[in-house]
């Protein structure tokens, strides 16, 4: 029973290595924290690439190359994608050279004020009942006529100087 333990264990943290081989990461924007991400060289100071994360999706990105290997020949390949939140693959993905591992990190912005998902945004009230509507209303009624025995200038003809 404990070689079966240990066979176990081992073969966990087989898989566990491997899988970190490349780094993935997945970052969540939602209506009460709107997240942007930067990839930044801290050692340039420069920003690289950034993403404002639509609300109620989900940035995947993904480093392709071994970090020994991107770290000795000095670049990355990175390859993003927006999707729904909780679908870690999906939508149309983009990839970009970056600097290897030990240049880089990601800085993450929360936006400041909440926002709605587009489609969850509320609609702009409905008019009252007998209210009139822009397909109801009525044109601007033209002036009455003025009192008996009052002229008015002809708006035609130029203003006096």
Not at 4 to 31: D, I, N, P, Q, R
Not at 86 to 110: A, M, Q, Y
Not at 149 to 157: A, E, F, L, S, T
Request: charged share 20%; with cysteine; aromatic share 4%.
């Amino acid at each position: 029973m404990k070689t079966v333990a240990t066979l176990v264990a081992m073969l966990t943290a087989t898989t566990l290595v491997g899988c970190a081989e490349h780094e993935a990461y997945h970052f969540v924007s939602t209506a009460s924290m709107p997240q942007t991400v930067t990839l930044r060289n801290y050692q340039s100071g420069e920003n690289i690439w950034s993403q404002e994360i639509p609300v109620g999706k989900q940035l995947n990105v993904a480093f392709l190359r071994r970090a020994d290997i991107a770290d000795s020949q000095g670049w990355d390949e990175m390859r993003w994608s927006i999707s729904d939140i909780g679908r870690n693959h999906g939508g149309v993905s983009s990839t970009i050279k970056v600097p290897p591992p030990s240049e880089r990190r990601f800085d993450l912005h929360d936006r400041s004020t909440p926002e709605a998902r587009p489609q969850l945004a509320t609609p702009a009230p409905e008019p009252a009942l007998g209210a009139p509507t822009p397909a109801t209303a009525t044109k601007p009624k033209p002036a009455k006529k003025p009192p008996e025995g009052v002229v008015m200038p002809d708006p035609k003809q130029a203003a006096p100087k």
